[in-house]
């Protein structure tokens, strides 16, 4: 499976083949079955998301269409009845990451619908998250107002991404985000 990791989604309808022809500049971007949801392999994701946001300041048109930037750390494929199971495996070795914050897990899910239950999922991982972090004699908080992190997860089909968004890179990329 094509390693991705980066998630691109378009503000506007129209110039979507613009922006990937724009994108390609940066790494090796494919358009999904998606309406207006890209992914990309980049070199660096900060330094992505830095030529973004200085491609918006320069009012370049490709890039004020440029809706949401998901960064994504794993990647992986899947079946409905291993998807649980393949996330948590997914989130283990950064959860401690995780440690002391004010979090939420968010799933984006495109296509399986009514198999995956994007809520369910995103409760699951919370209590897996605060189970594991105690055994790890951490704590951490489920926040939905003001989170220090919020664990993203994008489903493709049957491909799936996973990241973490942080208080700080959201700040500094207002488009790093999840809704």
Partial sequence: MWQFNVLVTMAHDGRYYHLLKEL?????FHKTGFHGV?????TDVEGFCETILQKRDAQM???????????LERVFTF???DFLAKLCEALRPWIARLAECRFHVRLERRGLKGQIISPDIEQALDAY???????LGHR????FD???AVVAI??????CGVGLITREMNEKFDFVRVD
């Avoid at 048109?61 to 960064?71: E, G, N, S």
């Fill in 24 to 28: 390609t500049v940066y790494g090796e």
């Fill in 38 to 42: 890209a992914l990309g392999r980049v």
């Fill in 61 to 71: 048109i490709a890039f004020q269409d440029v809706a949401r930037v998901v960064p």
């Fill in 79 to 81: 079946e409905v009845d």
């Fill in 129 to 135: 998250i605060l189970d594991e972090l105690i055994d």
């Fill in 140 to 143: 951490a908080t489920i926040d």
């Fill in 146 to 148: 003001d989170p220090d």
């Fill in 154 to 159: 994008e489903t493709i089909g049957d491909r």
